[in-house]
């Protein structure tokens, strides 16, 4: 498999802030990683795919102007909530996969709170 | 888009019991997995099955990808195996995993 890092792993900052999380993958060259969100206990729900190099693919709903994604490279995924607000608050999931992996592997989220 | 639905939502057991967690999906599939979500987030992938049978330890799992449902069994639970579980599937084509509502196990002492 592969091991994925994130960090921070939570951050608290106030509202109008913008905050980026970085996403890793410490052992292999991801050609495409995830970005997930996940209110508490309710499922995960995809926001964005990103291919190395690439523009990301936004899920219907997702404001791409406020998440601003950026793949830079096979090893690191950045997610910058842009103007965060109170609503932003939630637990952020990457996960990445690429040749020769039949799964996504996930990160161990990062934990969103806006005041 | 496909449905994946997950029964029970909600589980509680003592320690030692056996469950069985099942999920439905509303159309063929190309891919079916499960994962355990523990009690810090970190989701840990358990079986890729489409279909079949497949066993781990004290966990096994069966796709009827005919029938278009997935079993989780899991046998003589522990404390450690509390969290939610989370049925996710892909279709033919895509990339991405479109996961259930998950089943919150959580196993008493």
């Known amino acids: 498999g592969a091991v994925v890092s994130q960090h921070p792993s939570w951050v608290i900052c106030k509202s109008g802030t913008s905050v980026k999380i970085e996403c890793r993958s410490l052992?292999?060259?991801?050609?495409?990683m995830f970005w997930y969100r996940q209110f508490p206990k309710q499922s995960l729900m995809l926001m964005a795919t990103s291919n190395e190099g690439s523009k990301a693919t936004y899920e219907q709903g997702v404001e791409k102007d406020k998440f601003l994604i950026n793949h830079a490279s096979l090893t690191l995924s950045t997610l910058t909530v842009t103007s965060a607000h109170p609503e932003d608050s939630s637990f952020y999931i990457c996960s990445l996969t690429g040749t020769g992996l039949w799964t996504q592997y996930f990160g161990p989220g990062t934990r969103l709170l806006v005041l | 888009g496909i449905q994946v639905e997950q029964s029970p939502p909600d589980l509680i057991l003592q320690e030692g019991a056996n469950s069985t967690l099942r999920c439905n999906f509303s159309?063929?599939?190309?891919?079916l997995q499960w994962f355990h979500q523990n009690p810090w987030g970190q989701l840990i992938n358990l079986f890729y099955?489409?279909?079949g049978t497949k066993q781990n330890g004290r966990l096994s799992a069966t796709t009827v990808a005919t029938e278009r449902y997935s079993l989780l069994y899991i046998s003589s639970s522990q404390t450690t195996d509390s969290g939610v579980y989370f049925c996710a599937v892909t279709i033919q084509g895509a990339q991405k995993l479109v996961f259930g509502q998950g089943t919150r196990l959580t196993i008493n002492p």
């Open positions: 052992d292999f060259q991801a050609t495409t």
């Open positions: 099955i489409p279909s």
């Open positions: 159309d063929s599939v190309n891919n």
